[in-house]
C-alpha cells in the first residue's frame, strides 16, 4: 500500500543521464513510482542518452552540447537551466549528479536552485559528490533539506568527514514486475556460466581481478564459463589478458546488452569484484532473478545485501585466494547454492520499489 501525498508534490529529478548505471535507473524507477503517486514529476539531465523508461516530462541539456570548451555554451545551457526552474516552481529537487566542476556546482546549487534541495550520494567515493575544496564541501549543501544516501556506510562516512547531519539512508529500489518481465526473453546461449556486469570505462569493478580467480579456480576444468556484459575502453586490455591465459573459449564478452535480467536468470551465480560500489545494482537484479551472488566486501553496500551464505557469499575485501574458494564452493556445495538460490529473490523484497517509494513519499512529506 503507498503513502498518499498530503499534496501533489512538483519534483525534479537532477541526472547525469537516465542510462548507464545504477544511479541513473534509480531516477528513472523512482519517477515512474512518484507519477504514479500523482506527483508531477520533470527530470533534467546534462548528456544526452535516455535508455531507460522513465515518467515526466524532460528537460535534456545534453542535446544543447556542441563538443568541446566552449564558454557561451557552456553559459547559454546555465542560463536555460535558470529560466527553467524561474519557470517551475517545484517542491523538491532531487540531485544525484557527481560534481565535475566544482564552483559551477556551487553556484547552481546555491543560485539556480530556487526549491527545498535533497541531496542523492551513489557512491562511497564521495569526493566524486562533494567539491574537492574542504570549505566548498562542508558548505555547498549546507542548505539542502536532506542528504539520501543508498547505504549505510555512505551515510556514517558522510557525516563523519563533511559533517552534514540532515543524512537518510534510503536504498536503490527494484522494480519486480520490470524485471520479471524483461528476463523472460529469449538468450542464446547453451552453456552453465557465472555473471558479471559492469563499466569498463575504468577499473573499478576489477574485470583483469575476476579474469585472474577465474583462470585459478575449478571452474573453466568443469565446464562452467564466464560470460561478462559491458563495454569500456579497458575491454581490450581484459579481453589480451584472456588470451594470455588462453581461456577465450571459457570467457565470453557480450558487450553492452540492453537487457541484461534474461543472463541473471539463467546464470548459476553473479559476481563482483569491485574496488568500491555504492549499493551495487548488479547484486540485486540478480538476487531479484533467484540467481545467488559472490562479491568482495567493498565500500560500500554488498554487506547490506548479502547475508553470508544465505543468498550469497561475502568474501574478505580484495582476498582473490578467498574469492576463489568462494567460486569453487559455489559450485561444489551442492546443498549451498540450493539454498542461496532458494533464498535469494525473497532477500530483496524488502527493496521493492513500493518499499523504497514510499520511504520517499514519507520523507518528502515530513519536510514539506
Known amino acids: 500500500m503507498s503513502v498518499t501525498a498530503k499534496k501533489s508534490f512538483r519534483i525534479c529529478i537532477v541526472s547525469e543521464q537516465l542510462a548507464g548505471g545504477g544511479a541513473e535507473r534509480c531516477s528513472a524507477i523512482l519517477s515512474?513510482?512518484?507519477v504514479a503517486n500523482n506527483c508531477d514529476v520533470h527530470h533534467v539531465i546534462v548528456i544526452d542518452r535516455v535508455e531507460y523508461e522513465f515518467a515526466g516530462?524532460?528537460?535534456?541539456?545534453?542535446?544543447?552540447?556542441?563538443?568541446?570548451?566552449?564558454?557561451?555554451?557552456?553559459?547559454?545551457r546555465l542560463k536555460i537551466l535558470n529560466r527553467f526552474f524561474k519557470q517551475n516552481q517545484f517542491d523538491f529537487i532531487i540531485e544525484t549528479?557527481?560534481?565535475?566542476k566544482q564552483w559551477q556546482e556551487y553556484f547552481i546549487t546555491k543560485f539556480v536552485y530556487n526549491a527545498p534541495v535533497i541531496k542523492m550520494v551513489h557512491s562511497f567515493m564521495?569526493?566524486?559528490?562533494?567539491p574537492k575544496t574542504t570549505f566548498l564541501a562542508k558548505s555547498i549543501y549546507s542548505n539542502a533539506k536532506k542528504i539520501v544516501t543508498v547505504s549505510k556506510a555512505i551515510e556514517t562516512k558522510v557525516i563523519e568527514k563533511y559533517s552534514y547531519y540532515q543524512v537518510q539512508t534510503i536504498y536503490n529500489p527494484i522494480d519486480f514486475e520490470f524485471i520479471k518481465k524483461q528476463s523472460q526473453y529469449p538468450i542464446d546461449v547453451d552453456f552453465d556460466y557465472i555473471l558479471a556486469v559492469g563499466n569498463m570505462n575504468n577499473d573499478v569493478k576489477q574485470f583483469d581481478k575476476l579474469?585472474?580467480?577465474?583462470?585459478?579456480?575449478?571452474?573453466?576444468n568443469s565446464n562452467y564459463k564466464l560470460l561478462i556484459i559491458g563495454e569500456g575502453n579497458l575491454k581490450l586490455e581484459y579481453e589480451k589478458q584472456v588470451l594470455s591465459l588462453n581461456l577465450q573459449d571459457k570467457i565470453i564478452f557480450k558487450g553492452k546488452i540492453e537487457n541484461p535480467f534474461p543472463f541473471y536468470l539463467k546464470a548459476i551465480f553473479t559476481i563482483l569484484t569491485s574496488k568500491n560500489e555504492g549499493f551495487p545494482t548488479v547484486l540485486l537484479e540478480s538476487l531479484a532473478c533467484e540467481t545467488p551472488v559472490i562479491s568482495f566486501d567493498c565500500k560500500s553496500g554488498p554487506n547490506e545485501i548479502i547475508s553470508n551464505n544465505e543468498n550469497g557469499i561475502l568474501v574478505e575485501n580484495q582476498n582473490k585466494e578467498k574469492m576463489i574458494v568462494a567460486m569453487n564452493e559455489m559450485i561444489s556445495d551442492k546443498k549451498l547454492y540450493l539454498h542461496c538460490k532458494n533464498n535469494a529473490k525473497s532477500s530483496v523484497e524488502k527493496f521493492s520499489i513500493e518499499n523504497i517509494g514510499n520511504q520517499w513519499l514519507q520523507l518528502l512529506n515530513s519536510l514539506n
Open 32 to 34: 515512474q513510482f512518484f
Open 57 to 76: 516530462e524532460i528537460l535534456n541539456l545534453g542535446k544543447l552540447k556542441k563538443g568541446g570548451f566552449n564558454l557561451f555554451d557552456r553559459i547559454h
Open 97 to 100: 549528479r557527481v560534481i565535475n
Open 126 to 130: 564521495t569526493n566524486l559528490y562533494f
Open 211 to 220: 579474469i585472474d580467480c577465474y583462470s585459478k579456480s575449478d571452474l573453466p
